[in-house]
């Protein structure tokens, strides 16, 4: 199973951009990377997902490097709610997620 | 659309009881997976099951078991309670297909005394 790492921690204030790194050097070429985000006492969310070329939604932008061995999450602006811990999955064609340890972020008023 | 609904939400077992937990996917989701949340271990993956059938397992023992319905809904069993086994079971759906997304409920918190 291919695996991510991540910091284990970051912060950020209020209505700041934030950039949460992650490292899949020994991504396989149709693997998917897939961003989820887990709040206090809730199930994962899902947040962005990509293959090759970066990606924009709602929540979220995704920049995936060109030899596709690490991406980032970026988060425009942060708030309160999105305080959470995020993870950068890689997903082949099943729905069995490999979750890491994730990136827990701290948002400051 | 209602979400992923998983019952119960609690619920408290002894050491060598069994339990059986339930998830009901989104509608038209075929494929539901189970997940097992600790704080020591982190979430790791149970199995998978697409129309009736397990397409994946996780390195879990034969305690743990699971299937899945022609309605797609799906239960998971857990034997011979341990301690160890105090978590949160998450359970998630998709239509399948790795473009689609997967959808998480709420879990169900079980406490092994």
């Known amino acids: 199973d291919a695996k991510t790492t991540q910091p284990n921690s970051m912060e950020s204030n209020e209505e700041e951009p934030v950039h949460l790194p992650c490292n899949h050097s020994?991504?396989?070429?149709?693997?998917?990377i897939h961003w989820y985000r887990q709040l206090p006492s809730q199930g994962p969310e899902y947040v962005i997902h990509?293959?090759?070329s970066n990606v924009n939604n709602r929540m979220a932008s995704l920049a995936i490097a060109e030899d596709r061995k690490s991406s980032t999450l970026i988060l425009h602006r942060a708030t309160l709610r999105d305080a959470a811990v995020y993870y950068c999955?890689?997903?082949?064609?099943?729905?069995?997620?490999?979750f890491g340890t994730g990136t827990r972020l701290q948002v400051f008023p | 659309k209602a979400g992923v609904t998983q019952t119960p939400r609690y619920l408290i077992k002894t050491r060598g009881q069994q339990v059986t937990l339930s998830c009901s996917p989104i509608?038209?989701?075929?494929?539901v997976s189970w997940y097992q949340q600790t704080p020591g271990q982190g979430l790791q993956f149970l199995f998978e099951?697409?129309?009736?059938?397990?397409?994946n397992k996780g390195n879990f023992p034969g305690r743990f078991s699971g299937r899945q319905f022609s309605n797609s809904r799906s239960e998971m069993n857990v034997s011979t309670l341990e301690l160890g086994d105090s978590a949160l079971y998450l359970c998630?759906?998709?239509?399948?297909?790795?473009?689609?997304?997967?959808?998480f409920g709420e879990g169900s918190w079980l406490t092994v005394v």
């Open positions: 998630a759906s998709s239509f399948q297909g790795i473009g689609n997304t997967i959808y």
């Open positions: 020994t991504i396989s070429g149709t693997d998917y």
């Open positions: 990509g293959l090759t």
């Open positions: 999955i890689l997903r082949d064609d099943t729905d069995k997620l490999i």
């Open positions: 509608s038209g989701h075929r494929s």
């Open positions: 099951y697409f129309s009736e059938t397990q397409r």
